[in-house]
């Protein structure tokens, strides 16, 4: 399985943009990239996902670079409900896929007011 | 209604005891997940049922039985378990087959497991 590099933590202000990058250089052409968050005493949530092209829902916007060796998702205005554990995910699309989510060590966002 | 709710929040139990975990979806997801999480790390998957039916299980050891009653119905069953088993237990779904790479798992808040 291809691995995700992110770094360990980041900090941001309070209703500033936060770019939260992903490396990953080994990435097949099947694979999608997907972000998940986890807060303080809480289950993972899903975040947004994509393929090759960005991607913005209601919680975040996903910009995958051309050659998708990385990506960054974006939070557009940070609250201090945003502070948590980001975790960039790879999903392979094979016949094997077991639907196991492979979590990295993520990056640990903190939001000052 | 999109939520998985896991019960009980918290457990507390002796190595001797017996004791299970559940989880329940009514989000018509046919895909139910179990991970474990320890303290300061990610989460890690246990098992996957697909349609009812173990799909996945991660070299887990035999203390853990899980079950998939019905399609709305994951348990965790817990049995002669150590102190290194004490975790976060989550419970997750997913629409149709486990393997869809485009489909988001729900997850729910989790059971905080410590065995003395």
């Known amino acids: 399985d291809a691995k995700t590099t992110q770094p360990n933590s980041m900090e941001s202000n309070e209703e500033e943009p936060v770019h939260l990058p992903c490396n990953h250089s080994?990435?097949?052409?099947?694979?999608?990239i997907h972000w998940y968050r986890q807060l303080p005493s809480q289950g993972p949530e899903y975040v947004i996902h994509?393929?090759?092209s960005n991607v913005n829902n209601r919680m975040a916007s996903l910009a995958i670079a051309e050659d998708r060796k990385s990506s960054t998702l974006i939070l557009h205005r940070a609250t201090l409900r945003d502070a948590a554990v980001y975790y960039c995910?790879?999903?392979?699309?094979?016949?094997?896929?077991?639907?196991?989510?492979?979590f990295g060590q993520g990056t640990t966002l903190q939001v000052k007011p | 209604d999109t939520e998985v709710t896991q019960t009980p929040k918290h457990l507390v139990m002796g190595m001797t005891n017996k004791k299970s975990l559940k989880c329940e979806q009514h989000?018509?997801?046919?895909?139910m997940y179990w991970y474990k999480q320890k303290a300061k790390k990610p989460p890690e998957l246990m098992f996957v049922?697909?349609?009812?039916?173990?799909?996945i299980n991660e070299s887990v050891p035999s203390r853990f039985s899980p079950e998939c009653p019905n399609s709305s119905l994951l348990n965790l069953h817990l049995h002669a378990l150590q102190p290194e088993d004490s975790a976060l237990y989550l419970c997750?779904?997913?629409?149709?087959?486990?393997?869809?790479?485009?489909?988001?798992?729900?997850f729910g808040p989790g059971t905080r497991l410590t065995v003395l």
């Open positions: 994509g393929l090759t």
């Open positions: 049922y697909s349609y009812e039916k173990l799909s």
């Open positions: 995910i790879l999903r392979p699309f094979y016949s094997g896929n077991t639907g196991k989510l492979i």
């Open positions: 989000m018509g997801h046919r895909a």
């Open positions: 997750a779904s997913s629409q149709g087959l486990a393997g869809r790479p485009y489909n988001e798992q729900f």
């Open positions: 080994t990435i097949s052409g099947t694979d999608y």
